[in-house]
């Protein structure tokens, strides 16, 4: 049974920066398990973000940003708006199969 | 534009089958994969499955391998996802959403509105 897990919870100032990270019990996240991150709100359906790492969908605002770090799939909220309160959820992929991560609740406080 | 939309909300009874649609529009039907996501209330985004469009071929979570099935009609530009023997814990909203274009890095460009599930006796 394959896990993937992110922070249940974060806490950032308006204006601030954030990293939310992504792991996978089977070892370190490389690009091949091609990370993608959503966001979702309360009531609404996800939102795509990022696709493949580090690639931004045309929506995407240029705060946030895609990486690996440290054996991770990370994303970097920098200059932090109210608006980006909400749930993000990491995706990855192995081999024919895809695995949420369990989500990350943002607080921008 | 592309638009994803998906069947009604239903009601089921614990042991019964649910079919939902998801009608694909604004692109070309057969070149872009699909998946199932679903999420039950106050829980997080649960990944089910995929069928290639054009093929037919499906690949389904370990978990619900028996009990899923993922089909399209391509004359309508239409997938269904199909869940059997149902148990309370299957209420959740399931969604439809868009995958690749031929590859498996972008998945969830484009969901569905979502379905309600309802299982209860």
């Known amino acids: 049974q394959t896990v993937v897990t992110q922070e249940p919870s974060l806490t950032v100032s308006p204006g601030g920066t954030v990293t939310l990270t992504c792991a996978s019990s089977?070892?370190?996240?490389?690009?091949?398990?091609?990370p993608n991150w959503f966001q979702q709100k309360p009531g609404q359906t996800p939102r795509a973000l990022i696709y493949s790492t580090s690639n931004k969908q045309s929506w995407t605002p240029a705060r946030f940003s895609g990486s690996l770090l440290g054996g991770k799939a990370a994303l970097t909220l920098s200059g932090v708006q109210p608006e980006d309160e909400a749930e993000y959820y990491c995706l990855l992929y192995y081999g024919g199969a895809w695995v949420f991560g369990g989500g990350t609740k943002l607080t921008v406080l | 534009q592309v638009q994803l939309v998906q069947s009604g909300a239903e009601v089921k009874k614990p042991g019964a089958s649910v079919k939902v649609s998801c009608k694909a529009s604004?692109?070309?039907?057969?070149?872009?994969?699909m998946h199932w996501v679903r999420q039950a209330p106050g829980q997080g985004l649960e990944w089910m499955g995929i069928i290639n469009p054009s093929s037919g071929s499906t690949a389904y979570a370990q978990k619900f391998q028996g009990r899923l099935t993922m089909t399209r009609d391509t004359s309508t530009s239409i997938v269904y996802m199909e869940l059997s023997s149902l148990r309370s814990e299957d209420t959740a909203v399931y969604y439809c959403?868009?995958?690749?274009?031929?590859?498996?890095?972008?998945?969830?460009?484009?969901w569905g509105q979502g379905t309600l599930v309802t299982v209860s006796s």
């Open positions: 604004g692109y070309t039907f057969t070149s872009y994969y």
């Open positions: 959403a868009r995958g690749g274009n031929g590859d498996y890095s972008q998945t969830g460009d484009y």
């Open positions: 089977t070892g370190a996240v490389t690009s091949g398990y091609y």
